[in-house]
């Protein structure tokens, strides 16, 4: 147990004690900025809170009280309550906030994961909270406010692309079920940058004849529909996902929740998406980051929001990422990204799709070759094996929980830039690629299929993988349309190869909508 000067400046003692989870090494490449963070430089933080006693979704109104009314006693400002999604939203001078939770903040400039140099504000090692609220705060984020995550997207060279499919044609290649448009559905799509402009959306959609899907944007903590004019950068991200949903799904309502690129901005969109009204059918996500370069806190927290969108009924769907099984990472080991790799997350892998109208020529795993572009895939070294997937044959990890760890991903769709998708991005058009575009088309498949089935689907693997086994009858997952996915067999994404059945590459395989949706309509509860 640590003692602090209080927040307010007088000599009271604060009695702190550690934050599990919470030591943050420092960022790649920190250098300080050029002017110092000053002390009364103002910063906020999500304070996350453990979940009632009973199990049930929510924080405990005791517990809500004693931490705010602990965290305003030491000076700090409540912004937001959300006990629904276990948050409360605060702000401080770094001198109050670096007191009251036991650190120290500085303004540096690091590497972010896309590479770009980036100011921010800056901690290392652990944190504290006072001693009131041990065991009931399991997670302070935000104060370190570096990039978090990176689009899992790539765009395609100029004439590297050889063929390419507008989002209807995948639709069709991909046997989406008929007479579903996604009526009456709500689709979120998580987005840590960029933006989008109306007339960019009215011009793509006319031009797919489509009509035009409603498309709202709601911001996190502060963040907005931000369009910068870079079709390369994050505006890419979000209107490669809107253009997808809305060309796979176009009557479904589409609400885009902008938030900061960090650990609390993140799961302050994933959380704000879950809980809105009315309920997603589902939520996509196209960004992410190797699961070693979260704190334990921020991966755990995250988790758990994603466990409550599951909970809540809403599928979420998650890329798996463009970089091998690597991750992209330089220490020569396997690496799965987060939150792909969470066992609450529908993981999207990706493959390389060459088709002419609703015939497939072949379809491989995307693999571009080093520093190209190759799906993401591989095992979690911090989630165990979930029940539904332990017959899968997913290989040995260095999970905690027992001899094998979470495998990803579950399930893939076209993602090479090579023949990838025609988008329209700050008015001009283009070809894009990445398990970016997996993410939502997946989650406009589940629209449709909430639509036909008339109930949620929420956490989908579990019965992905039982259809899987059924039609094969060996436990195994190997895909086929009968279970409504379309096993990948060959290709590799460095260390991991397809073959029949689940593999680290492509997972279950790629959708036959049409069949899934009978499949899902057969084991429905009371069919």
């Keep these: 147990m640590t003692e602090t000067e209080g927040a307010r400046g007088d000599h009271e003692r604060i009695e702190l004690v550690p934050l599990a989870g919470s030591e943050r090494p420092p960022a790649r490449q920190a250098l300080a900025a050029a002017r110092a963070l000053p002390p009364a430089a103002l910063v906020d933080a999500t304070v996350v809170l453990r979940r009632e006693a009973s199990g049930q979704l929510g924080a405990a109104p005791a517990d809500v009280e004693l931490v705010t009314s602990t965290l305003e006693g030491l000076g700090l400002s409540v912004l937001l309550v959300d006990a629904a999604s276990r948050r409360v939203r605060v702000e401080g001078t770094a001198a109050q906030v670096g007191r009251v939770f036991g650190t120290s903040l500085e303004a540096v400039t690091s590497s972010a994961p896309d590479g770009q140099r980036v100011e921010h504000r800056h901690r290392t090692g652990g944190l504290s909270i006072p001693v009131a609220l041990e065991g009931v705060v399991t997670a302070v984020l935000g104060l370190d406010d570096r990039p978090q995550a990176r689009a899992q997207f790539r765009v395609a060279e100029a004439r590297a692309a050889t063929v ?6 995948l639709g069709q290649i991909y046997r989406f079920p008929a007479d579903t448009d996604g009526s009456g559905q709500t689709v979120a799509i998580v987005e840590l940058g960029g933006g989008y402009q109306q007339s960019d959306l009215d011009t793509y959609f006319g031009g797919l004849g489509v009509g035009s899907p409603r498309v709202t944007a709601v911001g996190v903590d502060g963040a907005k529909n931000v369009p910068g004019g870079d ?3 994050a505006d890419g991200e979000v209107l490669l996902d809107i253009e997808v949903v809305g060309g796979l799904s176009p009557k479904a309502s589409i609400v885009v929740y902008f938030a900061p690129n960090t650990d609390a901005g993140f799961l302050d969109a994933v959380a704000t998406a879950a809980h809105s ?6 939520m996509s996500i196209s960004w992410g980051q190797s699961e070693d370069e979260w704190t334990p806190q921020a991966r755990t927290a995250l988790d758990d929001a994603l466990a409550d969108a599951a909970t809540l009924g809403v599928t979420v769907t998650a890329a798996a990422g463009d970089n091998g099984s690597s991750d992209g990472a330089a220490d020569g080991r396997n690496h799965a990204d987060f939150p792909a790799s969470s066992p609450h997350a529908l993981a999207c892998g990706g493959t390389s799709l060459h088709a ?8 491989t795993v995307w693999n571009n070759g080093a520093g190209k572009g190759a799906t993401g895939g591989g095992v979690s070294d911090v989630f165990g094996l979930p029940s539904w997937q332990s017959a899968a044959g997913v290989p040995a990890g260095a999970a905690p929980n027992g001899p094998g760890g979470r495998g990803v991903p579950d399930v893939a769709a076209n993602a090479d830039p090579a023949t990838g998708y025609e988008v329209l991005v700050d008015g001009k058009r283009a070809v894009y690629g990445g398990t970016s575009a997996v993410a939502p088309l ?4 589940v629209a449709r299929l909430v639509q036909s089935l008339g109930t949620p689907l929420g956490l989908l693997q579990p019965r992905l993988y039982a259809l899987a086994a059924a039609s094969t ?5 190997a895909g086929s349309s009968a279970a409504g996915l379309r096993d990948v067999t060959e290709g590799s994404n460095g260390a991991f190869t397809a073959g029949p059945g689940w593999d680290a590459c492509t997972g279950l395989g790629v959708p036959d909508g049409t069949a899934l949706l009978a499949a899902l309509a057969a084991t429905k509860p009371g069919a």
């Design 356 to 363: 002419t109208a609703t015939r497939v020529n072949s379809e």
């Design 473 to 477: 009858g060996t436990g195994t997952g």
């Design 231 to 233: 079709p390369t950068g």
């Design 164 to 169: 390419s499919y507008t989002p209807v044609e």
């Design 442 to 445: 997946w989650a406009a498949l």
């Design 277 to 282: 009204t009315p309920t997603p059918a589902a």
